[in-house]
């Protein structure tokens, strides 16, 4: 199992790191967490993204923003053009380099902005996704200091982007100890992987070797939540994906996120949505 905590690569001369990640056997899922902030361009891949509590789908194009230490992962199904590999161009920094420029420079106190939203990750608009697009492959391929004026160029782009939408529910806890942050990190490995089926406490607790006290206590304190919540929203979640982007039967896709009771899903869709599944997924017919 890799570690929780992911360490990013350094680029010699740069204030920052960025990857052109490209993999022919797909998006692995790799549930991790980084102090860093992560802007992450997704391109001929399409399958999930889970980011803290929030499960979606991604396509061609997707733009994401997470937060600083906010677990996450993408999972890809499939790639639209199978001659080319699945692309995540991925660029990482830190909240104290963005904060010098905001204290430096009044023209990009915007940037301070976008950040303080992307707490919880932020999903961006397809508009401002398609005008970020061309200058992020442009500056994967620009030297260093024009690498960097363009990064400044495209958060800027992104602070202004009004249709982003906010992704995790819950923000986690920042001041774990590392004996902590490594039992809550193998408990949401476990659940991320497993949720959809039966995931008994005590199991989750000898995971984390506690008590199931223990672990309730640690858990809430670390995700602001409780398991019981922390999963339905993940349930939830990848329902609406579902839903969202097929004809599978409601009584189906209930059960392939993990409900055996139709009417439990029902009440508790209806609950985290607004709305009944069927509602939710005429909102997505023509």
């Known amino acids: 199992m890799r570690p929780f905590l992911e360490k990013l690569p350094a680029i010699p ?3 920052w790191s960025l990857l052109n ?3 022919e056997e797909g998006i692995p899922f790799e549930w991790h967490h980084h102090p860093e902030y992560e802007l ?7 399958g999930q993204r889970f980011v803290g509590d929030h499960v979606g789908e991604y396509g061609d194009g997707d733009l994401v923003l997470v937060g600083a230490n906010l677990p996450h992962t993408w999972a890809s199904r499939t790639r639209p053009d199978p001659a080319h590999p699945h692309v995540a161009l991925v660029m990482w920094f830190r909240h104290e380099w963005a904060q010098v420029l ?4 009044a023209e990009l106190r915007p940037i301070a902005g976008l950040l303080a939203r992307a707490e919880a990750g932020l999903a961006f608009s397809p508009q401002a996704a398609a005008r970020a697009r061309p200058m992020i492959e442009a500056l994967f391929e620009a030297e260093l200091a024009e690498r960097f004026l363009a990064l400044v ?16 529910g819950t923000v986690a806890a920042r001041d774990l100890d590392s004996t902590d942050r490594e039992r809550i990190d193998r408990v949401l490995l476990h659940i991320h ?6 995931i008994a406490n005590e199991d989750l607790a000898g995971i984390a070797a506690l008590s199931p006290s ?4 640690l858990f809430r304190r670390h995700m602001r939540t409780s398991i019981s919540d922390y999963v339905m929203r993940l349930r939830i979640g990848e329902a609406c994906a579902r839903l969202s982007s097929g004809d599978q ?3 189906h896709v209930a059960e392939a996120v993990g409900y055996r009771a139709l009417a439990n899903f029902n009440r508790q869709f209806k609950a985290l949505r607004g709305m009944t599944p069927r509602a939710y997924r005429a909102l997505f017919r023509g």
């Open 21 to 23: 990640r490209r993999l």
């Open 153 to 168: 160029r495209v958060l800027l782009v992104l602070a202004g982007d009004d249709g982003a939408a906010p992704l995790a």
């Open 102 to 105: 905001g204290e430096g420079f």
């Open 193 to 198: 992987r497993h949720y959809a089926a039966g």
């Open 40 to 46: 992450t361009l997704t391109l001929n891949s399409q």
């Open 249 to 251: 039967p409601i009584g």
């Open 13 to 15: 001369g740069a204030s």
């Open 214 to 217: 223990g672990l309730h206590r």
